[in-house]
């Protein structure tokens, strides 16, 4: 029940954002009742945050799998960007964090996503540097942080401006390639 509770409330976040969304939506479209969610999360808040949590690791997964494919630097960025990028549950995290500010007793799930998000990261991007031979930039471990920084913040500033997506993904691209390191200076050797 847990799981469909959080499947139903991300679709419904994903649409209508936190504020868009009543407790009994979310059971109705889990089939569950409005206690339920009280059961289990206690407040649609933290119900709104592990949704918000879950999806962004989502997201994470998709952009790993689709920039594995990638066979140079400059086409992995450009993979991850726009998979993580305009994507719904990027937003939905962004939304969670800001939450988290005002509600303190959340904030450790979503340190627990960053940890996840920085060591997956670090592992996929391991990973594909060392299947294609790529050497040089960063470690992985600081490409994965600063990669997850600069993706919060675009998010952050473009949905705030309501910057397209083609723009916002633009500006990550540039961001990626100014900071000197990264996938793109770590595969510069491999793509010569």
Sequence with gaps: MRSRLLDAAVELFKAQGLAGVA?????????????????YFRTKEALFV?????????????????????????DYNRRLVETVIGSPGLALFVEALSLTRRRQ???PLTE?????????????????KAQHGWSGGDDPATTARRFWT???????????????????????????????AGPRAAHSQGEN
């Design 112 to 128: 627990r996503t960053f940890d996840r998000l920085h060591s997956q990261g670090d592992r996929a991007y391991a990973e594909t």
């Design 150 to 180: 600069l993706a919060l913040g675009v998010a952050l500033r473009d949905g705030a401006t309501g910057a397209t997506g083609q723009e916002a993904i633009d500006e990550m691209l540039a961001l990626l390639r100014h900071s000197g």
């Design 23 to 39: 407790v009994a939506d979310i059971a109705a479209a889990a089939g569950a009742f409005p206690s339920q969610i009280t059961y």
């Design 105 to 107: 007793d959340l904030a």
């Design 50 to 74: 592990e949704a918000a949590c879950r999806e962004v690791l989502y997201v994470a997964r998709q952009a790993e799998a689709s920039a594995a494919q990638a066979l140079t630097g400059s």
